[in-house]
């Protein structure tokens, strides 16, 4: 009996995947929970399980293709086994037999759009059947109304749309349709973005569009901490089987100085502000693939210990694209450490809805003077502190950052929460 396997739910907000990479073949056995295909989505990297043990009869789509929710991707014969040499992958199957995808003729197009086509070309105002269809079964892809807007003067006004078009950029016209031009001889690679990078890009994009974004900095003497940690960080890791790090107490601190000052741990809503009395904090983890920002939920009750076995996990199944959808949602506040790659300075970005996010940076050895006039050699860091200035004032702003250095610089203040 064939299975249908289709696009699996992805988690809240998420309708829509990209085909990744195909990892069985048409002709291949696969036992339950083998890994089938790759989908990316614009939070994780996901596989698809089968459900049942036989034999991949048919594959439906593409790497490469954007598929909603539900979606059919291939089918298995349950219960046969593999009797001939796989096939070729899909991908290179599609390029054998059709080395460019050409528009579906209007008698073999398939007309019911995907709620993503759909609502770019509702975005766009215009009619998404008069689109050249290059998608499977003469379905016309958010790409193909993309390449139809790039010529505007044959774009066909919606008949639905009698209000005026959005005056927001749509996510998709982020990156702007380019007009073709030649490969340079002495070598070009070009690969086409992934949905992680689009949507990475999007979001950035957004901030800087709707927030009144700016940024403050300070600088923190982190020669208390350094010494602190060195004592205790052999007999921690011991006890906790964790390495004693930076972050937890720059966590730690955040928190303190978010209970203080609670617009920077609030957000816009319409025309409401929503302050929030938990502190999920999300903490920035660079991958291969792009930037993403795991959550740590309730961190105001989280121990040295749990926060620093938290954040160790996420970068090891970030890297290895193991996180969930839920561990990437939510969030009140974002941490980001560019020093870890050697940045001395830089203004983050704000990680919409959240109205604030820090950056820390490298420690570097800098003569410094103290209240008695008394030069020393310090171990500096820079630190900024990003914000939208709609909700949040230069003096709160200011005072979160101060705040966050006494705690750093005094780490004894955040044992006693003082």
């Keep these: 009996m064939a299975k249908d396997i289709v696009v699996p739910t992805l988690g809240e907000s998420v309708s829509e995947a990209t085909v990744n990479s195909w990892m069985k073949n048409v002709g291949e056995a696969v036992a339950v929970d083998d890994p089938i295909v790759e989908l990316e989505t614009d939070k994780v990297t996901v596989e698809v399980p089968s459900p049942v043990a036989g034999v991949i009869t048919e594959i439906v789509v593409e790497e490469g293709t954007d598929v909603e929710v539900g979606a059919l991707l291939c089918r298995i014969e349950e219960g046969a086994e593999a009797t001939a040499a796989p096939a070729a992958p899909a991908k290179e199957a599609a ?140 007999s921690f890791q011991k006890k906790h089987d964790v390495k004693l790090g930076f972050m937890s107490f720059f966590v730690k601190a955040a928190v303190t100085a978010l209970k203080e000052l609670p617009a920077v741990n609030a957000e816009i809503y319409g025309d409401q502000v929503i302050y929030k009395n938990y502190y999920d904090i999300g903490i920035a983890v660079g991958t291969p693939q792009g930037l993403v920002v795991p959550v740590l939920r309730d961190c105001d009750k989280l121990s040295f210990a749990e926060i620093e076995a938290g954040i160790a996990d996420f970068g090891r199944r970030a890297r290895d694209g193991k996180l969930t959808m839920a561990e990437m949602q939510g969030g009140t506040f974002t941490i980001t450490n560019g020093g870890i790659f050697g940045s001395l300075m830089s203004t983050p970005i704000l990680n919409p809805p959240q109205s604030g996010i820090l950056g820390m940076h490298k420690i570097q050895k800098r003569p410094i003077c103290d209240d008695q006039g008394n030069i020393t050699v310090g171990n500096m860091m820079y630190v900024a502190h990003s914000y939208d200035h709609r909700i949040i004032d230069g003096r709160e702003a200011v005072t979160f950052l101060v705040r966050l250095k006494e705690c750093i610089e005094d780490p004894q203040r955040l044992l006693i929460d003082v």
């Design 95 to 234: 390029k054998e037999e059709a080395p460019a995808a050409a528009p579906a003729p209007a008698a073999e197009r398939n007309e019911t759009l995907s709620p993503a086509v759909a609502k770019m070309a509702a975005e766009n105002n215009v009619d998404a059947s008069q689109a050249p269809a290059t998608g499977p079964k003469g379905n016309v892809t958010k790409e193909d109304v993309q390449n139809f807007l790039s010529g505007n003067a044959a774009a066909v006004p919606a008949a639905s749309a009698a209000a005026p078009a959005s005056s927001a950029v749509p996510a998709a016209q982020t990156f702007a349709p380019a007009p073709e031009r030649p490969m340079d001889p002495r070598g070009e690679e070009r690969v086409k973005l992934s949905k992680l990078r689009k949507v990475i890009a999007t979001r950035l994009k957004e901030a800087q569009n709707t927030a009144a974004m700016l940024t403050t900095f300070n600088e923190i003497d982190m020669t208390a901490l350094m010494d602190l940690r060195n004592e205790y960080k052999e």
